[in-house]
């Protein structure tokens, strides 16, 4: 994975589709408010969302040179094009270096990244950095390459803005809350580290202090397994959609990028067992994200194949980024049929997810990684390539993969052979008439 909703107030975390301003799980008014307008609306954008008919090829910004999509990038900029990143590498594409530029002139001097930079030139205001932009960006230079500075330093700002707790907030001095832990663990995981050992803070292992906002077997059905997106004094921990698929990626050490699993091998759910105990509660990460997994398959299958966002007052509506995000968490783990179904879904007609992901690179890129994630062709999904799709949204790849460069060449060969046939067309329709002509000459003698 590991980025991809158009609310009438700013939606909550970048990754659903990947998704705060207004925050579901707050414990009072003042927090709510606090919740910061840039994450949630980053994640609305990248989410659920209205828009136009079928796919569609989109033009780069003129605004902002190297930068993917035409949309206003003031929320999800940093978030779309870091997803962007991630898909290409996925299918063995090279970004443009024009585009990386881009991406490492969002970064601040302390290594943060806010949600957009209008002005490079100018000193980041640090009170615009996020948790979730910075965690994003790590793992789309990583999956770049050949940026292993920036790379290091967002690392490094991570770290120097990790709660006492062990997790993060969606900024520094935010309660820590599920989704953002998830997705700076996944930059950790990105990038070849461990956040166990690299990342532990006061003795605080930051995978432990994730497993803190996991519902056991003391909820109500249908929400054990799941995960809290933040802790409530008052009213526990409630299962949020979009913080289980975020951390079912991070309890198995994954970032938005997942391999898929090998063919025939299909792994069988583990739904968190309370037969014997009605307390009991996953007692570690692998657990933990076979319980997450059986709680996302759940509310897929209920459903009828995809989510709904879990904000209280949210319309129920399909929620098609964040049912993008659970195929890639039920991916990683080798649940592949559990996997394909909610595919499936996004392939077809009656799920709008063309609507949806027209001219959205980071919801184009959210598809291409749970297809890959599967095993499936992300250039023939439903009929429409979605790489060639992502492709022509930025400025033109640096190089294209195998199959791309075969297609090249094929249409180049198709080229060819297209002008030798009436070359050779030509050719015998002349030697026709030069018999043509000699004949009517003879006749004439």
């Known amino acids: 994975m590991r980025g991809g909703t158009v609310r009438t107030r700013p939606p909550a975390d970048p990754r659903s589709d990947p998704p705060r ?6 414990p009072s008014l003042a927090v709510h408010a606090r919740r910061g307008a840039v994450a949630l609306a980053t994640a609305a954008v990248l989410s659920t969302a209205m828009a136009p008919a079928a796919f569609a090829d989109a033009s780069p910004s003129p605004a902002a040179p190297g930068l993917y999509g035409t949309e206003d990038p003031k929320f999800d900029g940093v978030f779309r094009q870091s997803l962007t990143f991630v898909a290409q590498s996925a299918v063995g594409v090279s970004p443009a270096k024009e585009a990386v530029d881009w991406l490492t002139g969002q970064q601040c001097a302390d290594g943060g990244f806010p949600g957009f930079r209008a002005d490079p030139a100018k000193a980041c205001d640090t009170q ?7 965690a994003a960006a790590v793992q789309g230079l990583a999956a770049a390459g050949g940026r292993s500075e920036q790379v290091t330093k967002g690392l490094d700002w991570l770290k120097a803005h990790q709660n006492d707790d062990g997790g993060w907030g969606y900024q520094p001095g935010s309660p820590s809350d599920a989704n953002s832990t998830s997705i700076a663990l996944g930059a950790f995981a990105a990038t070849g580290q461990d956040p166990a050992k690299v990342a532990a803070k006061g003795g605080k292992d930051p995978v432990a202090t994730l497993l803190t906002f996991q519902l056991g077997c003391d909820a109500k059905e249908g929400e054990r397994g799941g995960f809290s997106f933040l802790k409530d004094d008052k009213s526990g921990l409630r299962a949020d959609n979009l913080a289980s698929a975020a951390a079912g990626l991070a309890t198995r050490g994954k970032g938005f990028l997942v391999e898929p699993p090998k063919k025939g091998a299909d792994q069988p759910l583990k739904p968190l067992d309370c037969a ?39 319309p129920a509506k399909p929620d098609q980024g964040n049912t993008a995000d659970a195929v890639v968490a039920l991916a990683a783990g080798g649940h592949r049929e559990a996997a394909e179904k909610p595919l499936t879904w996004l392939r077809s007609k009656e799920s709008g997810t063309a609507d949806w992901a027209k001219n959205h690179p980071g919801r184009v890129a959210k598809l291409i990684l749970a297809a890959h994630a599967t095993g499936a062709d992300p250039r023939d999904f439903a009929g429409t390539d979605l790489v060639a799709q992502l492709n022509a949204m930025g400025p033109k790849p640096e190089s294209a993969s195998s199959a791309e460069q075969k297609d090249e060449e094929k249409k180049d060969d198709d080229k060819g052979v297209s002008v030798w046939w009436i070359v050779g067309v030509f050719f015998v329709a002349s030697i026709g008439a030069g018999f043509l002509i000699s004949g009517r000459k003879k006749k004439q003698l």
């Open 276 to 314: 014997a105990d009605d307390k009991a509660k996953p007692k570690d990460a692998a657990a933990a994200a076979e319980a997450v997994d059986g709680y996302l398959s759940e509310a897929l299958a209920k459903n009828g194949g995809y989510l709904v966002p879990s904000m209280p007052g949210a």
């Open 21 to 26: 301003g207004t925050d579901p799980m707050a």
């Open 128 to 134: 615009k950095e996020f948790t979730d932009q910075t």
